[in-house]
């Protein structure tokens, strides 16, 4: 079962809206998520929902149940390969200190503090690109996904981190995502 029929079938309708399809497609071609993932995200996440509420539900608010479980994913499998976490770790670091103010950076002691100074960098990271962005790229970002602002602060700042991202040629920093 995709997650269309997946979606239709736990909030009792025929069809997505436009607005759902799209953000199907942006978790499957610009998140490159994994059915499996989208699917079981979508699940864990309606079905918390009450059942006479799921039908008017906005899937995008679904966004960070999907992603944890994209993270769970990621992690036991990265485990079970036996990641070479240090070496990804400086790998992350090289590929994104042209950007940054900070040329040194203590290594961490273990995966754990490693992903998170990566997450406390990429969010520093995207900060300071977002201040040196000129304002007519701000202005475009931001009229290209006013609505989401209105409704969902999260997924936007999501979406204008994936336009930096695009811009500046930033990769994840995360140990778990190449």
Known sequence: MGAKEVICQLKGQFFLSPREEKFLKYLKEELN??????????????????????????????????????????????????????RVFEKKIDAVKHLLDVQEFKIPKSEEEAEETLRSLEKELFKKLW?????????????KYKEVKKENEELFKELVKYELRIIYEVPYLSLYVD
């Open 33 to 86: 998520l994994p059915d499996s993932v989208i699917e079981e995200g979508i699940k864990e996440c309606l079905k918390s929902v009450n059942p006479y509420l799921r039908k008017n539900y906005p899937i995008f608010r679904c966004l960070s149940k999907i992603l944890e479980i994209h993270k769970l994913r990621s992690t036991a499998k990265a485990r079970n390969n036996h990641l070479d976490w240090k």
């Open 131 to 143: 201040k040196e962005l000129n304002d007519v790229e701000k202005k475009k970002i931001i009229a």
